[in-house]
């Protein structure tokens, strides 16, 4: 059990109030990571202004992203709250827990972007000349890249605050892999 608290609505300054109020209208509660990411002043805006920012990727690929990144960090939370949106997107078990694994063979595409996003995270950044070409040669672009690497340094930042904090997961736990 996490050492760290989940502050809510009343101790949170009023700009993250506000938010609250926002992520409970679209979302219909406040999921723990976001809370605590308003124990600072700028945090919550800041990290949600960056995952929200205008993308070159889909959805659903973002979300193939914030899947293979969260596993090799190990974040179970993030795991978790990204089946959920994997699932959204139209992901089936089978195929998140595969993108999970950084592959994804029912779409040769996304499979790219998958062993990409893996070889990035994995290597820190140098990733090999293989999946930098397969990536490319499924029709990615440098603007893609530069996307990806944004929606990587994204999830890294919630993947190292909760497994710092190991805040209780609010959303059903995916599949230990």
Do not use: W
């Not at 723990?32 to 889909?58: E, I, M, P, V």
């Amino acid at each position: 059990m996490s050492t760290f608290s989940i502050p809510t609505r009343s101790e949170v300054t009023s700009g993250n109030q506000a938010i609250f109020d926002n992520l409970q209208k679209g979302l219909g509660f406040v999921p723990n990571l976001y809370a605590y990411f308003a124990k600072n002043d700028t945090a919550l805006g800041d990290y949600l202004a960056l995952q929200n920012r205008k993308s070159s990727l889909k959805a659903k690929e973002r979300e193939v992203i914030n899947l293979v990144t969260s596993q090799i960090n190990g974040c179970r939370y993030c795991q978790s709250a990204h089946t959920v949106l994997g699932k959204m997107n139209g992901f089936s078990d089978e195929q998140i827990l595969e993108i999970r694994r950084g592959r994804a063979t029912f779409d040769s595409k996304l499979d790219a972007l998958a062993q990409f996003t893996a070889a990035v995270v994995i290597n820190r950044g140098k990733a090999t000349a293989e999946s930098i070409a397969a990536f490319f040669s499924a029709g990615y672009t440098e603007a893609n890249m530069i996307d990806v690497v944004i929606v990587i340094g994204d999830k890294i930042i919630s993947n190292y605050i909760h497994n710092l904090t190991d805040l209780e997961i609010d959303f059903p736990v995916a599949d230990e892999l």
